[in-house]
C-alpha cells in the first residue's frame, strides 16, 4: 500500500501520520507506485484496482494543498504531470467496457466506479480550489491545466443518461463538472472550452487532443462513451470559434456518421450539421470539404430509417445554401442543375412507392422546403411532383394528417412558383382536390374535427390558386356542383372558392397569390 509506503518513509522529524505531514518528495513518490499500479493492472478490475482508488484518496485527503502544489522548476511539474496521468488512469478505470454483441452485463458496476472516481475529483479539485483562494504559488494553475482535461471527460461521460450510468453517479459526475468550472473561474461550460476573455485560449483544443486517440478508426468503438463525449462537446462550440478546430473536429464527425448502425449515423450526422452551421462558407467550400459533406450526407438518402433521413435533409438543406454560393448563372444558357435538383429528384423517386407511413410523412414535411428552394425552377420536376402530390392526397395519414397537410402546402407553393405551367394539369389537380374534399367531409374516422377543418380550407386554397392561374376556368366548371351536392362542407368549400374569384380582373401575369 502507498500509505504504508509513506509511512516507513516518513522522515524522523515526523513522528506522526497527520495532515500536512508528508513531505513533497514522499508524495511525488507515493503518487509515482499508485500510477504505476493504474497502469499496471489494466486486466484486473477487482478489488486490487479499488484498493488503489481508496489509497489514493486517502493520501489527497491528508495532503495540505501548500504541500501539493509546493516548489518550483522540474519536481513541480512531474508533480503536477502525475496528477494529471493520475486523472487519465482513473477515468479509463471508470469507463464503461467495449459493447459487444450478446453481452447484456457490459456496464455493470461502472456506475459504482464512477461514484468512487467522482468523489475523489471532487476531494482533488477542492484542494486546486483552496490553493487557488490562498494564492498558494502558482503551481495551481499547471495542476489545473494538467487536470481540466481528464476531468472533464471524465465528468460528461457520467453526467449524461446512458447505459452505464446510475442516478447517483449523474449527480457526482454533475458536481464534478460544476466544481470544475468554479476552479476555472468559467461561467458556463462554453466558456471553459474556448476561453472566456483573450487571455484565456480555452480547453478545446486540449480536450480534442486527449480524444484523438479514441476517435479513430481502428479504436473509437472500443470506448462507448467518447463518441458522446465529443459530439456533446461539439455542440458547445458555436460560431466563431468553431472555426479554428475544423480540422479536428470534422473527420470525427464524418467516421461516427459512417457506421453501420444507425444511432450512430444520426449521431455523426448531427455533428455534421452542427458543423454546416457554425462554420463559414468559405471555410467549407476551401479543399472540397462542402462536396464531402454533400456525398457523406447524400449517401445516407437510401436508407429506410426515418429518422435518419429526417436529420439528412434538415442538414441538407443548410448545405445547399453554402455549396450554390460557387454556381453562378451568367443568363446566356440554361441555369446549371444544383445539388438541391440531385437530391429532390432522388427523394420523389423514393416517394412514389413508399407504403410506409413515417417515411411518407418524413419525406412530405420537407418537401415544401425544396419546392421554396428551387422557385421557377422546380419545373423541371413538375411531372414526378404531380404524380406524388396525387398520390399522397389519396392515402389516409392518420389523426394528425401530417402528410396529406404537407403535401397541400408543397401543391400551393408549386402552383404560386410556376403558375404558368400549371393551367394544363388543371383537370388532374382539380379532381385530386375534390376528391381529397369529398373524402375528408365524410370521413367517419377519429380525426379531430379540428385536422379536417384545416385539410379543408388547405384543399380551397389551392382550389382558388388553381382558379387564379387558369383565369376563372376552375370557378365555371364547379359551377353545378352546388345545386347537385347535398354535402354541407363539400358546398361551403365551393362557395368559398366562388366568392374569392368573384370581381377578380385575370390578365394572365399579375396576382396578389402568386410571387
Known sequence: MELEYVRENRSPEESSFSPGGLSSDSLTQALSQILHRLNHQEGRWGNSRDA????????IEVTECDKLFEGSGTPMRRRTEMLGDVAKALGKYAAPAKEEEGRTDGHSG??????????????????????????????????LHQLAGPVYIFAITHSLEQPWTSPRSQDIAREVLSLLLQVSSCGSIAGFLYGENEDDKGRFTLI?????????????????????????TLQQITRPWLNPHLERVLPPSLLISDDYQPENKLLGIGCLHHIVLNVPAADLLQYNRAQVLYHALFNHLYTPEHHLIQAVLLCLLDLFPILEKALQWKGEAARPTTHCDEVLQLILTHMEPEHRLPLRRTYARHLPAFVKRLGILTVRHMKRLERVIIGYLEVYDGPEE???????????????????????????????LLKLICDVARDPSLTPELVKTALLQEATDCLILLDHCSQGKVKGLLAKIPQSC????????????QQASEGTHYDGTKDLYFT
Do not use: Y
Open 110 to 143: 461502472v456506475s459504482v466506479k464512477a461514484i468512487e472516481v467522482g468523489l475523489f475529483f471532487l476531494k482533488l479539485l477542492g484542494k486546486v480550489e483552496t490553493a487557488k483562494n490562498f494564492q498558494v504559488g502558482p503551481a495551481w494553475k499547471t495542476g
Open 52 to 59: 488503489v482508488v481508496q489509497d489514493l484518496s486517502a493520501l
Open 208 to 232: 480534442m487532443g486527449l480524444l484523438k486517440c479514441d476517435l479513430n478508426k481502428e479504436t473509437w468503438k472500443d470506448n462507448p462513451a467518447t463518441k458522446h463525449v465529443f459530439s456533446w
Open 486 to 497: 347535398e354535402d354541407g362542407k363539400v358546398v361551403n368549400c365551393i362557395r368559398k372558392v
Open 402 to 432: 401530417e402528410a396529406r397537410m404537407k403535401t397541400l402546402e408543397t401543391l400551393k407553393l408549386l402552383i404560386q412558383h410556376t403558375w404558368p405551367r400549371v393551367s394544363c394539369r388543371l383537370v388532374v389537380l382539380l379532381k385530386a
